[in-house]
């Protein structure tokens, strides 16, 4: 079942990391994102709250920016329109969602975070697309997940992941949440045959996810399944 997702990571991570920290009031709304060959990511983005001149300061300046070229003169109320090649570590993430079949819907920043809105045909490819990504040391939360056609705003809270499920019920049948604990959070990894800080992350983040449930309140962030 196709599957759209949002994920959300940090701006100092990725993408205009440099020009976020030189301009903290800049808007962004990316418009769409295509791919030059394997590692090269061109977004079309639109720029807000700031003027032509300190913006392409700010992206001459930034380490993950390679080409910049306005498409558009300033529209009546001041934004800027711009074609941004990205540097390769940078398209390395996005190719990460490319190469398992991921198509970035949109994207956008808002308090130090890019939330990327993706499709997949399959879920399992949004797992291996995470995982991929947080092999290259970046983190990464898959914050709303919903199969298409049900929920196009994804306002549906997200249901666990296997990984997640594993871990919940494992530490749950081990006697991890009785009082006091049967087992430690390092036995359990071992069991699982993960590292402790994986289980600890993994578990922290379900334990978000069921909270917000029964709060029925958005969780905010979901477990991904390193």
Do not use: K
């Amino acid at each position: 079942m196709t599957t759209i997702a949002e994920l959300s990571l940090s701006t100092d991570e990725f993408a205009l990391a440099e020009t976020f920290q030189e301009l903290p009031a800049l808007e962004v709304r990316v418009e769409s994102v295509v791919a030059e060959g394997p590692t090269r990511t061109v977004p079309l983005v639109w720029f807000s709250e700031v003027d032509r001149e300190t913006l392409e300061a700010a992206l001459e300046a930034d380490s993950t920016v390679d080409d910049y070229r306005q498409l558009l003169e300033n529209t009546a109320d001041g934004d800027l329109f711009y074609r941004v090649t990205y540097t390769e570590a940078v398209g390395s993430v996005c190719c990460c969602v490319y190469e398992h079949g991921g198509t970035v819907l949109d994207a956008r920043v808002a308090d130090g975070q890019w939330t990327l809105r993706l499709l997949f045909p399959h879920r399992e490819e949004l797992s291996d697309a995470v995982s991929g990504i947080e092999a290259q040391g970046v983190r990464i939360d898959v914050r709303r997940m919903v199969e298409a056609g049900t929920d196009e705003d994804l306002e549906t809270t997200a249901a666990l992941t296997e990984p997640q499920q594993e871990a919940i019920a494992e530490a749950y049948r081990q006697g991890y949440y009785d009082v006091p604990r049967e087992i430690s959070l390092e036995e359990l990894a071992n069991e699982l045959d993960i590292s402790h800080q994986a289980l600890s992350e993994r578990l922290r983040r379900a334990n978000r996810v069921l909270a917000g449930e029964q709060l029925d309140e958005p969780a905010g962030e979901v477990a991904t399944p390193d």
